[in-house]
């Protein structure tokens, strides 16, 4: 089974500034997808940025970029220019391309922006 | 316009009774899912139904019992209400298969369950 961690609770950073979440995942796989989710204070789950596994290059929206190591099943969000809005909790998840299309998420991070 | 709808978004009920939570999603997606967050946060899949077929049932506990009339509604009937069954409840969307293997979920408001 896959597994997706978060060894960070909680960050902090100061608007304006950039900050970077990290995500690690198990698979025995070689297909699959990562996403990064947001949910702010109103509870929405809101996507963020997705990658598909076979794609080398680093997904970038706007001011969020991912840094993709699939080697070290490492998928970490790097928000650029925070804004106030950025607070919320980020949650990585991994999709299989095989069987059942679940999400298995890991245990979010709390990001609060100084102003 | 609302993609993935969830009725009700708070709901408050005693241990012991029975409630039902309503999803519809009008974005044409053949799969649909429910998916439990608890007090730390920690989101986890109960169910999924593609073409109104289960096709995930992770260990949850029999109580509860969802049901697809068609793949637009995926609704979660609850029974015999538990404290541990307070949490919020998200329901998701997606189309699955063939080429839409990158496509991601939708999710909805999610419905908050209190048990008192």
């Known amino acids: 089974a896959q597994t997706v961690t978060q060894s960070q609770p909680e960050m902090s950073v100061q608007e304006a500034e950039t900050v970077t979440l990290s995500c690690t995942y198990d698979?025995?796989?070689?297909?699959?997808?990562l996403f990064w989710y947001k949910q702010p204070p109103s509870r929405q789950m809101i996507l963020v940025i997705r990658?598909?596994?076979?794609?080398?290059q680093n997904a970038t929206e706007n001011r969020f970029s991912v840094n993709f190591q699939k080697a070290a099943k490492s998928f970490s969000l790097k928000i650029s220019d925070s804004q106030l809005g950025d607070a919320a909790m980020y949650f990585c998840a991994y999709r299989s391309n095989f069987g059942n299309e679940k999400l298995t998420f890991g245990t979010g991070t709390r990001l609060t922006i100084i102003p | 316009d609302t993609a993935v709808s969830q009725t009700p978004k708070y709901l408050v009920t005693q241990m012991g009774n029975d409630k039902s939570i309503k999803c519809e999603q009008n974005?044409?997606?053949?799969?649909m899912y429910w998916y439990k967050q608890d007090s730390k946060k920690f989101l986890k899949i109960m169910f999924s139904?593609?073409?109104?077929?289960?096709?995930i049932n992770e260990t949850v506990p029999n109580r509860f019992s969802p049901k697809s009339p068609d793949k637009a509604h995926l609704n979660l009937h609850i029974n015999s209400l538990e404290l541990g069954d307070s949490a919020v409840y998200f329901c998701?969307?997606?189309?699955?298969?063939?080429?839409?293997?990158?496509?991601?979920?939708?999710f909805g408001d999610g419905t908050r369950l209190s048990i008192l």
């Open positions: 998701a969307s997606s189309r699955t298969g063939g080429g839409y293997s990158n496509q991601p979920q939708h």
């Open positions: 139904y593609n073409n109104k077929e289960l096709i």
């Open positions: 698979t025995s796989e070689s297909d699959y997808y």
């Open positions: 990658q598909e596994a076979y794609k080398q």
């Open positions: 974005l044409g997606h053949d799969t």
